[in-house]
C-alpha cells in the first residue's frame, strides 16, 4: 500500500542554519503531497503542498520540490529561526473506496536553538 | 471561511469512566471528517472516518467508537476508557469528491486517563 518515510529526528539545528527532512513516499497513480507542521500543544497546519511532479510548494520561507523520478519531498529552508521549533509531517493522498485520505509519516521533531 | 472547532482542550479522566470528544466545522456543507490519535511522542493514527451523516468506517479496532449525528458534527465517545486510551485527539475535515485541498484539523484535545 502507500506509505510515507520520514527522516527520524529530533534535528537539532542553530538558528540561522540551513534546514533539509527528508521525505520519501510509496504509491500507485500520482498523490498530492504534503507537509503539516504541528507546534508544541496544537493541532496540524497545512505548510505547503504539491499536485504533480516537479511542483514547487512554498510557504513562510519553506521549500519542498514534488520529485516522481526519486519519489521524494524533501523540506528545506534557508534560515531556520527559533520560532521554527515544531514537528513536521509529510504526507500523501489516498483514495482507497472513493473517499480522500491522508497518509501521514512519523513526525520530525525539529529544535532550532539560539 | 471555514473553521472546525474541538473540545474540550485538556481532559483527565479516571480508568472505566466514559468519554464524549465533540468536533464541529463551519462555514462547509457535507465535509469528509476525521478522527486521529497522536500517542506521546508517535505519529498520527486515524482512527475514524465519514463521509456523510450516519456513515462511519473505522480504521483500527479498539475501544472508541464514532457518531455523525449531523452534517458538521462528529463525535469520539467510548464507554470505559483505559489507559491505553490516553493521547493527543484530532478532528479534521476535508471538502468531498471534487473538493480536495487536503486536511484543515482542530486544535485537538489532550486526554490523559489516570
Known amino acids: 500500500g502507500n506509505s510515507v518515510t520520514q527522516m527520524e529526528g529530533p534535528v537539532t539545528l542553530s538558528e540561522e542554519a540551513f534546514l533539509t527532512i527528508n521525505c520519501t513516499y510509496t504509491a500507485t497513480g500520482y498523490p498530492s503531497l504534503f507537509w503539516y507542521v504541528q507546534y508544541p500543544g496544537e493541532g496540524l497546519q497545512l505548510l505547503l503542498k504539491a499536485t504533480k511532479a516537479d511542483d514547487k510548494g512554498s510557504n513562510k520561507g519553506f521549500e519542498a520540490t514534488y520529485r516522481k523520478e526519486t519519489t521524494s519531498f524533501h523540506l528545506e529552508k534557508g534560515s531556520v529561526q527559533v520560532s521554527d521549533s515544531a514537528v513536521y509531517f509529510c504526507a500523501l493522498s489516498d483514495r482507497p473506496g472513493g473517499y480522500n485520505k491522508l497518509i501521514f509519516g512519523a513526525g520530525t521533531r525539529l529544535a532550532v536553538h539560539p | 471561511s471555514q473553521t472546525i472547532h474541538q473540545w474540550p482542550a485538556t481532559l483527565v479522566q479516571p480508568v472505566g469512566s466514559p468519554l464524549s470528544l465533540e468536533c464541529t466545522v463551519e462555514?462547509?456543507?457535507?465535509?469528509?471528517l476525521y478522527w486521529y490519535r497522536q500517542a506521546a511522542g508517535r505519529g498520527l493514527q486515524l482512527l475514524f472516518y465519514s463521509v456523510g451523516i450516519g456513515q462511519i468506517s473505522s480504521e483500527v479496532p479498539q475501544n472508541l467508537s464514532a457518531s455523525r449525528p449531523q452534517d458538521r458534527q462528529f463525535i469520539l465517545s467510548s464507554k470505559k476508557l483505559l489507559l491505553s486510551d490516553s493521547g493527543f485527539y484530532l478532528c479534521?475535515?476535508?471538502?468531498?469528491?471534487?473538493?480536495?485541498?487536503?486536511?484543515?484539523f482542530g486544535s485537538g484535545t489532550r486526554l490523559t486517563v489516570v
Open positions: 462555514g462547509t456543507s457535507n465535509p469528509n
Open positions: 479534521a475535515w476535508s471538502g468531498g469528491q471534487g473538493m480536495w485541498d487536503g486536511y484543515t
